[in-house]
């Protein structure tokens, strides 16, 4: 049996892109049918870490309200090299309405969105769990116009037609394979092992830490309630030789890294079951949409885990391009005026996602440097760690894109912009 189901927009993908779309399309009295393939969203080392930006909207959307109690403020970055500390940044020195970064597990981020939409605007918003999209519905053949989608579901076939449909399923895009859209794939010189260890009393909870050994290095983020994820770099397709040493050998990496935790990654972590690897790449995607069809998010632009900017650009993307669909309808909603909204977001978004990809490969090919290029690495980060402006400028190409600095900007833009929607010009 299948079921049939009408919306103006179908989202496929029920992350942080694909939710913050849906509920800023149903704000906006677009009919909106979300499709999401898990049953909850209980999501472990995905997009946990939020950039100030990301929370600057969330609280003009009116979500952070809602995750009161469910994420932290992060205060300071700093990185140790060799032993050394180089570089300390604290964001209650940056000047902008949201200057910190957050800690926030991505089932509340998720589910604080799924509620919103279902409580608030619930007469255009649907939200289908357990649905895995199998097929894009075409007009006149395989190379038609996107008119929907078919999916899977528990209970059946399930068929929803739409007028745009928006690829939001992350970097291995169903959507995006099944559309045709041509992509590079760019593999880095590096995989990241995940593990999740309890925080180490000597640690303050509000410092992300970056340890530098040689061309080894690990990122140690505090994650409430009391645990800290880490992650260290191994060589691309790297994993089987690691784990042919066994475990002593991970045991032994972190030990250099951060003595700290010498005693819990041995009584936590006893089976590589314990540990999560994630493939390092980023995607390219020349055109992001066809007729009937947008892609957002990581299915648009695959970026790392620097700097937390997979969750930053997906709610930006969803922020932009919800007015320019709305805008579409209230020209018709035809197939050329979707299309051309399409076009526009990709214009006034592809800058942004370059810039902070360009720091990330930056950030990247400085970790990965060893013998005389360490010593320029260590350098480097210490000429930045003397000025506040340098760091301004560095951590303002992934942090502060869209807020505005100046005196008093946290108390006069938190509140001319709460509960405002949309990005100002949609820049």
């Not at 410092?207 to 530098?212: E, G």
């Not at 892609?295 to 970026?303: E, P, R």
Request: aromatic share 6%; glycine share 10%; net charge positive.
């Amino acid at each position: 049996m299948t079921t049939e189901l009408t919306a103006e927009v179908c989202v496929v993908g029920g992350g942080p892109a694909g939710l913050t779309l849906a509920v800023e399309l149903a704000k906006r009295s677009v009919s909106v049918v979300v499709l999401e393939q898990s049953g909850h969203f209980d999501r472990s080392f995905r997009g946990e870490s939020v950039s100030p930006d990301s929370v600057w909207l969330l609280d003009r959307l009116g979500v952070l309200d809602r995750l009161e109690g469910a994420y932290q403020q992060m205060h300071r970055m700093e990185i140790v090299d060799s032993g050394r500390t180089v570089l300390r940044a604290d964001f209650r020195r940056f000047p902008y309405p949201h200057p910190y970064p957050v800690e926030m597990p991505q089932p509340a981020l998720l589910s604080a969105l799924a509620s919103l939409g279902q409580e608030k605007y619930s007469d255009h918003f649907t939200l289908v769990r357990r649905a895995t999209v199998n097929r894009l519905v075409r007009a006149g053949g395989d190379s038609g116009p996107v008119k929907g989608v078919t999916a899977r579901t528990p209970e059946g076939e399930i068929t929803v037609r739409a007028a745009l449909t928006v690829g939001a399923d992350s970097r291995f895009s169903k959507v995006r394979e099944m559309s045709g859209l041509s992509y590079t794939k760019l593999p880095l010189d590096r995989d990241v092992v995940w593990l999740k260890l309890p925080f180490p009393p000597e640690w303050d909870d509000r410092t992300y830490r970056i340890r530098i050994n040689g061309d080894q290095h690990g990122l140690f983020i505090p994650t409430r309630p009391d645990s800290v994820r880490v992650g260290f770099n191994i060589p691309k397709g790297g994993l089987k030789e690691l784990r042919a040493q066994g475990l002593p050998a991970l045991y032994e990496r972190l030990d250099r890294l951060a003595p700290e935790l010498s005693g819990s990654v041995r009584s936590e972590i006893r089976s590589w079951s314990d540990t999560t690897l994630l493939d390092i790449f980023t995607a390219l995607v020349p055109r992001w949409s066809m007729p009937g069809l947008v892609l957002i998010g990581d299915a648009a632009h695959t970026l790392t885990p620097i700097l937390g900017q997979g969750v930053n650009h997906a709610i930006i993307d969803a922020v932009t391009l919800a007015p320019l669909v709305r805008d579409a309808f209230d020209q018709g909603g035809s197939e050329a005026a979707l299309l051309r909204a399409s076009q526009a977001f990709q214009r006034s978004r592809e800058a942004s996602v370059d810039k902070s990809r360009g720091l990330q490969l930056r950030q990247e090919r400085l970790f990965a440097l060893h013998g005389a290029g360490g010593v320029f690495r260590r350098s480097l980060y210490r000429v930045v760690d003397q000025s506040q402006k340098l760091k301004e400028k560095v951590l303002g190409g992934a942090y502060f894109q869209l807020q505005k600095p100046g005196p008093h900007a946290v108390e006069a833009q938190s509140s001319a912009t709460r509960g405002v929607t949309g990005l100002p010009g949609d820049r």
